[in-house]
């Protein structure tokens, strides 16, 4: 009991730590030091704080915690990759993947416990939508994952492609996306942090008019209204035709461009009929596609498309000038590759 009345100052950003330290009549620097502690030096003790007095450091332990999301397993792939189960309460769990590569680092993160958006092809859709996430369970993802790196010198992308649907918890998203991307905290570049988003259109148009700004990925999925009705039924609410539209009207600064997530389904929507559609919607935008085959689940009674047709929608494609590439699975014998999260 006495642990849970702690304030986690996890997700508290500079302004709220600063209020903190002020109530406590601390001078403004230490609130700096604070907040360097927790997002750049990755620091979870009171004790590790050892810039701050003993007398200060009592205070801050009797008063506030430092905790990440509690990981209760780890899997890890034959192809290096391992995904984290994180139990928030009893359950409530949430998962994040790590995708070591030679270069760089991937993590992909949640931002809600289960989905409401519920995507056909997607095991996590097949989950009831329990509650948002808050900032500190998101950024408390990439903090903990952090600390698994081998080699924290390697570039780190962030995918925020998890369970949930980002644009539905905006509010907490934006603020983890802000605290990851402050220089004198996490440090991770707007250019390394991706969205992904099943089409919310008034979230993309209020993403479009934030100061940071992280790459945005749609997840279209399909070339007709009626098939992407059936595959993600948020298109019910805002179509294709709203969806691009927003697209179009998204600001991109130079060398940044829309990312076009298909996850392609066998005798669904990979016909060369569609990839011949999919050029024409996507004409005059400045984008690339992100061809994904269908990873099969229990929970999934769709079927992946033939790997010869995966090949002539990308020919398609790039033959019209469009930059296609086809998703390598990573961590599919654990359950953690793409549309297979589902808080097992």
Request: net charge positive.
């Amino acid at each position: 009991m006495e642990h849970q009345r702690k304030r986690n100052l996890v997700g508290a950003g500079p302004e709220e730590i600063r209020d903190i330290l002020a109530g406590l009549e601390e001078p403004g620097y230490r609130a700096r030091q604070i907040y360097a502690g927790i997002y750049a030096r990755r620091l979870r003790s009171w004790d590790a704080f050892t810039e701050l007095g003993k007398p200060l450091r009592e205070r801050l332990k009797g008063r506030f915690s430092l905790e990440y999301p509690p990981v209760l397993r780890v899997f890890e792939s034959k192809d290096g990759t391992r995904r984290f189960l994180f139990e928030l309460s009893p359950g409530q769990r949430i998962e994040a993947v790590f995708i070591p590569e030679e270069k760089r680092d991937t993590v992909c993160i949640s931002t809600q416990v289960g989905c409401a958006v519920g995507c056909l092809f997607c095991a996590t859709g097949r989950l009831p939508m329990q509650r948002n996430l808050t900032t500190g369970e998101i950024v408390g993802q990439v903090l903990a994952l952090e600390e698994d790196r081998a080699a924290a010198a390697k570039r780190l992308n962030v995918v925020i492609m998890g369970m949930g649907e980002p644009l539905l918890n905006y509010d907490n998203v934006m603020r983890a996306i802000r605290l990851m991307a402050d220089g004198g905290g996490m440090s991770v570049s707007p250019r390394r942090i991706t969205l992904s988003t099943a089409g919310v259109v008034p979230g993309i148009l209020a993403l479009a008019a934030e100061p940071v700004v992280p790459n945005l990925a749609i997840s279209l999925n399909a070339t007709t209204d009626a098939v992407r009705d059936t595959l993600v039924p948020i298109n019910k609410k805002w179509n294709i035709d709203a969806l691009l539209g927003a697209c179009r009207g998204f600001p991109l600064e130079s060398r940044r461009r829309i990312t076009f997530e298909y996850v392609l389904i066998g005798g669904v929507n990979d016909s060369p009929i569609d990839a011949h559609r999919l050029a024409k919607l996507l004409k005059g935008m400045r984008k690339k596609v992100n061809l994904i085959p269908l990873n099969a689940a229990d929970s999934i009674s769709l079927k992946p498309p033939d790997p010869e047709r995966v090949l002539q929608f990308q020919k398609i494609l790039i033959d019209r000038h469009i930059t296609a590439n086809i998703r390598r699975s990573r961590g599919a014998d654990i359950a953690a590759a793409c549309g297979m999260l589902a808080a097992q």
